[in-house]
């Protein structure tokens, strides 16, 4: 299925995205409406951290009913270590959200990001949802992306369209984050629309599924953040039929597509990323080995440097590789820079390396490292670590 | 007792470093010698890295015997992920070292430290062996110290003299490693000799005990070395007679003291660095409660560019605390930054920050997290992360 990173409506939801006044430069947007035209089938996952946001905490409440009316995002202030306060601000949030829709309260759920420990001023972001109401559209996916940027430097959406009972079903979704990116789960909001018609169990599974994948295949730094957030919400407007297994699996392929192509654009726009790099680890005996070994090879500040400096530092990449606690036979593993092999039969293979190091200076490339014992696999999505990320990091508390 | 981090003669023990020009630049000294004047005793730890390098391996299982004539340090290569011509390198060295010093080669440990996946010339090894044998001096530490530094920007020694059975008993030290410093162990060569009389098992004791508040509580930058090593020699010549338990509990404290200055001096040379940050994690259930998020505050990027920025940044710091797993409730930590407080009651202290923020331009600083839900505490000692150590780290092959 052919996945685009672009907008595409999806019938039962109306978005908008404006500009509340939350963030310091009052031009840029800072909050994002998604609102159905009627409750909607809802399902999400929520960070792991023992730190939550009030607005994580809220939206955790409500999806377990399973229906949402609405979601009302904000970039400016990730309303999270603000006490009591801050649980009464993403009430109050929500409440003006719903007496804006006609519905309860409790269909509504809040999602912030931004600065740590501020609140936001409640009757800008009052005016806000008025504003951004009146301004909902079919199209505004994109209005809405942008409403949620922080650090990000472009809006990320992505869409396909499948077949369930014979007719069109639409999946399309947005996500921001840019630092705080770690499995699991990363500093990142990401909602996921469709208007296929399906229960929320379809969708907490479908969900389940997508993100091992894709938001928790990914990391920019490996700080985790206190309100990643990931929704998905069906508006059944596709009036689709009693799906098969068969469609129900297509469904999830699609909404795991749909969630690898945002979580791609994530560490595409990673703080200061200047180097996309694909990190497999192949031949292991268990999948969760393999991840495990991934996972530390895309987090090293040693291999991250060394992408920026496009150096084929096959040292760096097994020690990274070894210090995981998963065992395996250094003289057996083999390494790869795309179609370049530099390591074997536990030696460096230096006459590759002139030929990687060229490799490496394109924007995307993959490193592949194949064990040799077994055949589960895993694949991590991750970027350089470059002057810029110490710069947009030291020099303003974001 | 008082520690100096300076270097002390250890009879016994005689010691030397020279330019042997196994570096780049041959007038930096890379290899260095500790030769005992008779077989002592000796213990050692390793990195536990699934890729180790060969004189690991070597120097490993040479210390099952609990007794070392000589260490043979260099600087320069690794020798790691060299396949069977690194082992083959590694004893042909021991070998050269075994015949100057009239031992057998199985009395000599090797031990390694620099590039990865490159053998340093043999011959120039060997000339290095006996310009280093002839010039072996009593006070030779400080120059085996220079002769194992790799991007450290100083040497470092440590030292102290106490008491057993009446005689007066020295314990001196020198590390290395600046980058790739991580628990467990770093890319850390650390070698301790002591003139005590002291059986073997004693020595691995003092160690075991040692390395876990020492070695093992410092990081830079999360990565994990294949050569990291740590060892301890006892020439016995303080001629001591059998020590009290009380005296072995000072002699461990000693080596605990001795290996916590290294340590930090480490950490203070840490790539890059322009901070040297002390994060306590008191107030836990459990002393691994406490390490564990000790170990994730101090190892996270965003955490370490925010000291680099002097932003005392409490919602990076909880966050990263939250992020390890273990439970804690937010309302009730309280955060400093030395004597300020920052947070409390799950609410940043805005007030105080302008003063935390001063106290944060001083080279050395500490957080402290208490977490009010029991009484262990841990502390790792920590750098900022700063556009040197990208610089350190993506323009050169280390």
Partial sequence: MEVRAEPRAVSGFRLAGVAAGL???????DLGLI????PAAAAGIFTTNQVKAAPVILAQQRLRSGRLRAVAA??????????????KLALDSCAAVAAEAGCAPELVAPSSTGVIG?????????AGVR???SALAAGGLGEFATAIMTTDTTPKVASTVIRIGGRPVTIAGTAKGAGMIAPNMATMLAFILTDAALPVVALRRALAKAAPLSFNAITVDGDMSTNDTLMLLASGAAFNGKPSGREIGIFEEAVGAVAHSLARQLVYDGEGATKFVNVEVRGARTSSDAARIARQIANSPLVKTAFFGRDPNVGRITAAAGACGVRFDPDRIELWVDKIRIAARG???TGAL??????MR??????RLDLKQGSARFSMMTCDLSYDYVKINAEYTT
Same sequence: chains 1, 2.
């Fill in 131 to 133: 504003e951004a109401y």
């Fill in 362 to 367: 394109q924007r995307e490339f993959s490193v």
């Fill in 35 to 38: 609102v159905a035209d009627a």
């Fill in 74 to 87: 904000n970039s400016g202030s990730a309303n999270c270590f603000t006490g009591k306060a801050g649980m």
């Fill in 347 to 349: 030696m460096i293979l």
């Fill in 118 to 126: 501020h609140l936001y001023d409640l009757e800008k972001y009052r």
């Fill in 23 to 29: 963030k310091n430069d009052p031009n840029r947007k």
């Fill in 354 to 359: 002139p030929a990687a190091g060229q490799a």
